[in-house]
């Protein structure tokens, strides 16, 4: 469910922002965010979007607290597939055969993580691991914007900068929702009260906030200067990366052999979802 609602609310997000909006360069969005915000809030197409995605995160939010991380995550690989699927359908926008062979091995790999079983096997990390996956989101994030001195494209570059700190937003999510069970001793349900006023009066919440809303201006960013079909994968991609790593190192969670191997298919798949030719530029 939160796949869906995330596929649909990239796509109409996408559509509002190539609706009302140039082409915005990072420097912009931030010196611009006032204005920008204003005009998005009343383009309705990416108002619905948000709305959707704000679904998606309940979702999402709920699967956390019912399973591990190394399942729930990659089954969010769906979400490219969707926005890529609208992207064709409705934004009109061209797929190639390898993006057709990537959504096929998302699928496959989503029934295979599915099929493996959702066992929870969470343990809780200490603040010193959890320092280090702070850092090292910092770290890649910031490298990502020293590739335009190789010539790397904005849309690959702020998706990819996007996906690595919307990453950490999952993994603090996840650690939310654990702390939440712990301190409670109940049932992860969103809308226990119990459960909600734990997680809203603990520090990862304020980590949660600031990531999603960092890495949500750095994709609607990403957004005007590309392809939803191209810029949902990369972003998918690279959330993936430190959610995967933490669940196999600091919250020792077992992967099975089946599991491993869709969550490499998904990869892999993601991968070729967010390949596209790029046109060769007149020589100067």
Same mark, same amino acid.
């Given at each position: ?19 009302? %909006? ?7 969005? =931030? ?17 619905? #979007?948000?709305?959707?995605? *704000? ?21 969010? #690989? ?11 359908? /409705?934004?009109?926008?061209? $797929?190639?055969?390898? !993006?057709?062979? #990537?959504? *096929? ?12 079983? #959702?066992?929870?096997? %969470? ?21 990502? =914007?020293?590739?335009?001195? %190789?010539?790397?494209?904005? !849309? ?7 996906? +690595? +700190? ?40 304020? +980590?949660?906030? /600031? ?5 949500? $201006? ?22 993936? $990366? ?7 190192? +600091? ?34």
């Amino acid at each position: 469910m939160a796949s869906l609602f995330w596929g649909v609310g990239t796509a109409l997000q996408k559509y509002g922002m190539s609706s009302e %909006f140039p082409k915005i360069t990072l420097a912009n969005v =931030f010196r611009q965010i006032i204005p920008i915000l204003k005009t998005l809030l009343v383009n309705w197409h990416w108002m619905l #979007g948000l709305v959707c995605m *704000a679904a998606g995160g309940l979702c999402f939010a709920t699967a956390l607290g019912l399973g591990d991380m190394a399942l729930v995550q990659p089954l969010i #690989g769906l979400t490219g597939v969707v926005a890529a699927f609208i992207g064709v359908t /409705v934004l009109k926008e061209k $797929i190639k055969g390898i !993006e057709i062979a #990537g959504i *096929a091995g998302i699928v496959f790999g989503v029934a295979l993580v599915g099929a493996s079983g #959702g066992e929870r096997t %969470f343990q809780m990390p200490s603040d010193t691991a959890l320092m280090f996956f702070i850092a090292l989101t910092v770290f890649l994030a910031t490298g990502a =914007f020293l590739l335009k001195k %190789f010539h790397v494209s904005s !849309e690959f570059t702020l998706a990819f900068a996007a996906g +690595i +700190i919307l990453g950490l937003a999952n993994l603090m999510g996840k650690l939310l929702a654990e702390r939440a069970i712990i301190e409670t001793e109940l049932p992860f349900v969103l809308w226990s009260a119990p459960i909600l006023v734990s997680i809203l009066t603990d520090y990862p919440v304020y +980590i949660v906030i /600031v990531t999603n809303i960092l890495g949500g $201006i750095l994709l609607q960013a990403a957004y005007s200067n590309g392809r939803a079909g191209v810029i949902s994968p990369i972003t998918t991609i690279m959330s993936f $990366i430190l959610p995967l790593l933490a669940s196999m190192t +600091i919250f020792g969670e077992k992967i099975k052999p089946t599991q491993a191997f869709g969550i490499v298919i998904i990869l892999v798949g993601t991968a070729m979802l967010a390949t596209k030719e790029e046109q060769k530029k007149p020589a100067s």
